[in-house]
């Protein structure tokens, strides 16, 4: 959807390197959630931000997962020290009310090697 | 343990059949949504059904809410090659964060 652009689209990396995935919002929301999708273990939810801050960040897995929101158009979720059990393809979507629907960004596709 | 269990997994059929995709928990949601997910794009939604038996119906798909709230289907009429895709349910409890389904892959041939 036009209205969320994640970047890059794709990424490869080596184990060990930093990692850093974007989430530019077009209409602004300040409400957000970071997604992961792997085949084993379906989409899962990283963490979630109101009003650009995180409310809900239980399912980061661990430290070397951070995730900001400074503004209304505009988050990063940084990986660091990548390991290739995150690759991964990761979603952001802004929250637009359970009734709406939410509105995901085509996702990028991280690989560590 | 997957909050939501959809099922069947995966689901190979000829163009023209009709498929029933099922989305079931023992938990009670206040809405539940589907989506449908192409190869390399995000997951788009195509339905919210919020009353406990509710039914809605988009063109060949037809949605349906059990009574308790707790699970739902996906009816495809007469399948065609574009419904090819991940269909995902995702249930929303109370919270405006929806758990998500781990999906029914679904291939329609030719």
């Known amino acids: 959807d036009a209205g969320v652009i994640q970047s890059p689209r794709h990424e490869v990396t080596e184990m060990g390197q930093e990692v850093t995935l974007r989430c530019k919002l077009i209409?602004?929301?300040?409400?957000l959630f970071w997604y992961r999708q792997t085949m084993m273990r379906g989409l899962e939810l990283l963490i979630y931000f109101n009003n650009n801050v995180p409310i809900d960040d239980s399912g980061m897995p661990e430290d070397r997962f951070s995730a900001k929101m400074p503004n209304a158009s505009f988050s990063t979720l940084k990986i660091q020290p990548s390991e290739p059990r995150d690759s991964a393809v990761y979603f952001c979507a802004p929250n637009e009310g359970a009734l709406r629907g939410y509105t995901f960004g085509s996702g990028t596709r991280l690989t560590v090697v | 343990t997957q909050l939501l269990e959809q099922s069947p997994q995966f689901l190979s059929i000829q163009e023209g059949e009709n498929l029933t995709v099922y989305c079931n928990s023992s938990s009670v949601f206040s809405s539940l949504q589907w989506y449908r997910q192409e190869p390399g794009e995000g997951p788009v939604l195509l339905v919210t059904?919020?009353?406990?038996?509710e039914v809605k119906k988009l063109k060949r798909l037809t949605f349906q809410f059990g009574d308790a709230r707790k699970d739902s289907s996906l009816h495809i009429t007469a399948a065609q090659p574009g419904d090819t895709g991940l269909y995902l349910c995702?249930?929303?409890?109370?919270?405006?964060?929806?758990?998500f389904g781990r999906g029914t892959s679904l291939i329609v041939h030719p």
């Open positions: 209409s602004g929301h300040n409400s």
């Open positions: 059904v919020v009353t406990g038996g």
């Open positions: 995702a249930g929303m409890r109370g919270s405006y964060i929806p758990t």
